[in-house]
Nanobody, 124 residues
Framework: QVQLVESGGGSVQAGGSLRLSCEAS?????MAWFRQAPGKEREGVAV????????YYADSVKGRFTISRDNAKTTVYLQMNSLKPEDTAMFYC????????????????????WGQGTQVTVSS
């Protein structure tokens, strides 16, 4: 069982930046950030394979968001720059410890463990 604890959400004006953190209590193979806005489906935002560091991004955040991990590979970060009002959502950290590449790593079905979420609000 892996527990995930997110932090770093908050409110910011458009164009601003926030950094989210997600600390995992155990070994992970892949970690990701998802977001869900009111009335919308959960959307994969960014993925990192914690061992090799390979990353993937949703088109909507490419060039603005960066996912990274610490040297211990237990904490994953999401640096969000040039935030837009449409980025407003609850952000969730997700992880899985099953080995093997994912064909569609941004899909939520790839992840067994989920955090409680942290709210990000971007005002215009």
């Amino acid at each position: 069982q892996v527990q995930l604890v997110e932090s770093g959400g908050g409110s910011v004006q458009a164009g601003g930046s926030l950094r989210l953190s997600c600390e995992a209590s155990g070994d992970t193979y892949i970690m990701a950030w998802f977001r869900q806005a009111p009335g919308k489906e959960r959307e994969g935002v960014a993925v990192i394979y914690t061992g090799v560091g390979t990353t993937y991004y949703a088109d909507s955040v490419k060039g603005r968001f960066t996912i990274s991990r610490d040297n211990a590979k237990t904490t994953v970060y999401l640096q969000m720059n040039s935030l837009k009002p449409e980025d407003t959502a609850m952000f969730y950290c997700a992880a899985d410890n099953s080995r093997g590449p994912r064909l569609f790593p941004l899909r939520s079905t790839n992840y067994k463990y989920w955090g409680q979420g942290t709210q990000v609000t971007v005002s215009s």
